[in-house]
């Protein structure tokens, strides 16, 4: 099976730099992903990292260390938009289930 | 379409009824994903269509729960007799292929059982 776990909640400035770590333990991996999800609506794709190191685009950032089962998302110039929840997922060694962690909800204040 | 496709939006029903949720997934995606959101909670995997099969169906809490995909496309949810824990927004994906983990999700149908 695959555990994943993160922060359930953060509060940031706006302007700030905002880092969101993510740990997991899997039977088997094949990928750690970020995704994005406002109150109400559905996730969204943010990022995904298959292999160790830093992957950029734009404001946000994904790290990933496999030995570690370490991964981080770091948002950079935060806006309040930019307030909403925050989940990991790890994908498994078939490539066919996606578990999500409990979600990091991110408050972005003035 | 243009995105993921669910209905209905929202429903209500009494304790022990049937439903049907109901998936229309972006055309040319042979990958379909069912999950299951609780308030504050991460989405929780349910089922995986690759094309017409349950490629894996390990996430169905029970036999209650039952999900097709006749044709390829449109899948349906089916829960039986109904009980207040399955109030939660189900939520559909799909993907172009199988594996690529940039799942593109519907908006959900949020169930409520009375």
């Not at chain 1, 993510?22 to 996730?43: R, V």
């Not at chain 2, 049907?20 to 994903?33: M, Q, V």
């Not at chain 2, 690759?50 to 490629?55: H, S, V």
Request: net charge neutral; charged share 20%; glycine share 12%.
């Amino acid at each position: 099976g695959q555990n994943i776990d993160q922060p359930t909640e953060m509060t940031a400035t706006e302007g700030a730099i905002v880092q969101i770590n993510c740990t997991y333990q899997t039977s088997g991996f094949n990928g750690l992903f970020w995704y994005q999800q406002h109150a109400g609506e559905a996730p969204t794709f943010l990022s995904y990292n298959v292999l160790d190191g830093l992957e950029e685009k734009g404001r946000f950032s994904s790290f990933l260390s496999r030995s570690k089962g370490y991964s981080y998302l770091l948002l950079k110039e935060l806006q309040m938009k930019d307030s909403a929840s925050y989940l990991c997922a790890a994908f498994n060694n078939a490539g066919n289930m996606l578990t999500f962690g409990g979600g990091t909800r991110l408050m972005v204040k003035p | 379409g243009a995105g993921v496709s669910q209905t209905p939006s929202n429903k209500v029903t009494e304790k022990g009824k049937y439903v049907e949720l109901r998936c229309d997934p972006i055309s040319g995606h042979t990958a379909l994903y069912w999950y299951r959101q609780s308030l504050g909670q991460g989405p929780e995997f349910l089922i995986y269509f690759q094309g017409t099969g349950a490629a894996d169906d390990s996430g169905l809490p029970n036999d209650r729960f039952f999900a097709v995909r006749p044709e390829g496309s449109v899948s349906t949810l089916k829960i039986q007799r109904t009980e207040r824990g399955d109030s939660a927004v189900y939520l559909c994906a799909s993907s172009q292929v199988r594996g690529t983990g940039e799942l593109f999700f519907g908006e959900g149908s949020r169930l409520t059982v009375l």
